[in-house]
Each structure stands twice: as C-alpha cells, then as structure tokens.
C-alpha cells in the first residue's frame, strides 16, 4: 500500500513543516527568528522541494533568499502549503486518536452557547459518552473560520456569517432566535393600561451594544414610530443584560430562550412586534473537507444537530 509514496526521495515531514514555516514567516531570516531553526537547513529543504518539484516554490524579491522577504508564494507553491495544512491536519486527527478517547470542540457566540448548547448538554454527553466537549465562545466570522482551518469541529453561526461561507462548508439548519422584552411583574401589570408606545418610552432598558437587536438597531426602529427607548444600561453581551436585569429595576430584550431561566428570577416575558423583525436564524456548521479526514466530525455533526433542533437520537458508536 502506498508503495510508490516511500520510494520517492525529498519528501519528508520536516522538509514539508519547513516549508510551510517559511511561508507563514515570509522569509528564511524570519523563520529562523520565530522558530529558533538553523538557515542553512531551511534553505537546503526548500532546495530539495523545488528540486523535487521541478520548480520554484516561492516568488523571491531578490537574488537569495537568505535574509530576503518573498513576493508570496507561486501557484504551485500556495497549492502544495493547502495540500501540506490538510496532511498535517490528518496527522493530528491520528495523534488525537492514539493519545485521548476524543473531543468535540464547538464554536459559538455566548448567547448560543449558553441558552441552545448548555441547555442540551446533558443530551449531548449521554449521545457522546466518554467524549470531551469543548465549547468556545467566539463570533460567527471568527466559529466559521475556525471550522474551516479545522481549530473546531462544529461551528454554529448567523445567517450573515453563512453568506460569506467557504467553499466545503456544510450547514443543517437550526430555525431562528427569536427575542423578547422581558420585565418585572410591576411593569408587566402597568403595561395593561399602556401603550406599545407609552410602554416602550418609560421603560428603564438594559441594552446590548452589538448585534441582533442592539441599542443602535432598537433606537432606529423606535424613531421611525416615534418614540425614544431610554437606555439606562448598555452592556457587552445577552447573559450580562439578564443578570443586570435579575436587579428589578431594568427592562430589556433578549432571546426568547431566556424565559426560563428568567422565570427563576421572577421576570416576565412579553412578545413584541417591534422585534420580530430581528430574528436571526442559525445553522449548525462543518467542514466536509476536514470530515473526510475525519468522519466522526460528520457524525457528531448529525447527532448534535438532532439534538438542539429537538429530535431524539441514538447513543453514538
């Protein structure tokens, strides 16, 4: 098996590491100063490549490459560091094999990680026993470019973040999250005598600076029916908005999923029209390339969509 592969001289995994040092470096000199690796070694290895090749690996400025920064890499050159990136990568998914049982590692805002993930997370240990799983709260741009360079195995992102998708990715829908105002009993019942827009004008809000329905997007929707919220508090994220809300002295919008947990806090949830229109919808995410390399990527891919999209799955295997 392979037999042609081994008896071809001046490929190495050390020549190939190499070369892909240099390119991320952008010249022999820098390489050598980040990774503390001898220049004469690196200059004999990307001889041997371009030999083995039949051409030139990198586009240089200058006559020598010693010292020298490139131009970029030739054509064949930024194909063989992709080709290299994935062997690598199947090499590390072989090394994960031999020393761990296995992990899943999923990349997600805070707000999925804590009211979609977390709150499935027993469901998702029972269907991946013995497995680690690995939540990391990241943005949508930074979930999708981690599925695709293979730093995660699943991502779940926005449907902006989907418009810009790589080639390879693979996505299963997740439905939308919703939002809603919540508040205290007290406002609640003072809201039956109110306006949508006497309401929304003598609230105290706790806002979100940020995406999805954010102070910004909420004052221009208000303004354009007249009316002016009153943030009193501006936060970072929608777990900070629920805690400050938990106080009783704040009123805000966050996922309809929170109602919940918001409940335990004496804290009511009141749908409103004004934020329907900032749903945003999700989908949970991977990369066909890597699962290739990988196929447990796609399994657990599978089993974990089932399972926050509300289906029952079996144990996997």
Same mark, same amino acid.
């Given at each position: 098996?392979?037999?042609?592969?081994?008896?071809?001289?001046?490929?190495?995994?050390?020549?190939?590491?190499?070369?892909?040092?240099?390119?991320?470096?952008?010249?022999?000199?820098?390489?050598?100063?980040?990774?503390?690796?001898?220049?004469?070694?690196?200059?004999?290895?990307?001889?041997?490549?371009?030999?083995?090749?039949?051409?030139?690996?990198?586009?240089?400025?200058?006559?020598?490459?010693?010292?020298?920064?490139?131009?970029?890499?030739?054509?064949?050159?930024?194909?063989?560091?992709?080709?290299?990136?994935?062997?690598?990568?199947?090499?590390?998914?072989?090394?994960?094999?031999?020393?761990?049982?296995?992990?899943?590692?999923?990349?997600?805002?805070?707000?999925?990680?804590?009211?979609?993930?977390?709150?499935?997370? #027993? $469901?998702?240990?029972?269907? *991946? !026993?013995? /497995?680690?799983?690995?939540? =990391?709260?990241? &943005?949508?741009?930074?979930?999708? +470019?981690?599925?695709?360079?293979?730093?995660?195995?699943?991502?779940?992102?926005?449907?902006?973040?989907?418009?810009?998708?790589?080639?390879?990715?693979?996505?299963?829908?997740?439905?939308?999250?919703?939002?809603?105002?919540?508040?205290?009993?007290?406002?609640?019942?003072?809201?039956?005598?109110?306006?949508?827009?006497?309401?929304?004008?003598?609230?105290?809000?706790?806002?979100?600076?940020?995406?999805?329905?954010?102070?910004?997007?909420?004052?221009?929707?208000?303004?354009?029916?007249?009316?002016?919220?009153?943030?009193?508090?501006?936060?970072?994220?929608?777990?900070?908005?629920?805690?400050?809300?938990?106080?009783?002295?704040?009123?805000?919008?966050?996922?309809?999923?929170?109602?919940?947990?918001?409940?335990?806090? #004496? $804290?009511?949830?009141?749908? *409103? !029209?004004? /934020?329907?229109?900032?749903? =945003?919808?999700? &989908?949970?995410?991977?990369?066909? +390339?890597?699962?290739?390399?990988?196929?447990?990527?796609?399994?657990?891919?599978?089993?974990?969509?089932?399972?926050?999209?509300?289906?029952?799955?079996?144990?996997?295997?």
């Amino acid at each position: 098996m392979f037999s042609d592969l081994f008896t071809v001289g001046g490929l190495t995994l050390d020549r190939l590491r190499h070369f892909c040092e240099i390119a991320e470096a952008g010249s022999i000199k820098d390489a050598v100063d980040l990774y503390g690796r001898n220049q004469s070694s690196y200059s004999r290895d990307i001889q041997q490549l371009e030999s083995f090749f039949g051409e030139p690996l990198f586009v240089q400025k200058g006559s020598s490459r010693s010292g020298k920064r490139f131009e970029g890499l030739t054509p064949r050159g930024d194909a063989l560091r992709h080709l290299t990136i994935e062997y690598f990568e199947a090499l590390t998914r072989l090394v994960d094999f031999r020393d761990t049982p296995g992990s899943i590692r999923i990349g997600a805002g805070e707000t999925v990680l804590q009211w979609v993930i977390c709150a499935h997370l #027993n $469901l998702i240990q029972d269907a *991946h !026993p013995g /497995v680690q799983i690995c939540l =990391v709260n990241l &943005s949508a741009a930074e979930a999708m +470019r981690g599925v695709d360079q293979g730093t995660l195995d699943i991502g779940v992102v926005d449907g902006q973040a989907m418009a810009d998708a790589p080639e390879g990715i693979q996505a299963l829908e997740l439905g939308a999250i919703e939002y809603a105002l919540f508040l205290t009993p007290e406002m609640a019942e003072a809201a039956k005598t109110q306006s949508e827009k006497e309401l929304l004008s003598s609230l105290p809000l706790a806002g979100l600076d940020g995406l999805g329905p954010s102070v910004t997007t909420l004052q221009s929707v208000a303004k354009t029916d007249g009316y002016t919220l009153n943030f009193a508090v501006v936060l970072s994220s929608f777990p900070q908005v629920s805690t400050a809300l938990r106080g009783g002295r704040l009123a805000g919008f966050l996922p309809a999923l929170a109602e919940e947990d918001m409940k335990e806090h #004496n $804290l009511v949830m009141l749908r *409103h !029209p004004y /934020v329907e229109q900032l749903s =945003v919808p999700i &989908s949970l995410i991977w990369s066909t +390339r890597l699962a290739s390399l990988s196929p447990s990527i796609a399994v657990a891919a599978s089993s974990i969509h089932a399972i926050l999209a509300g289906q029952t799955v079996a144990t996997a295997r």
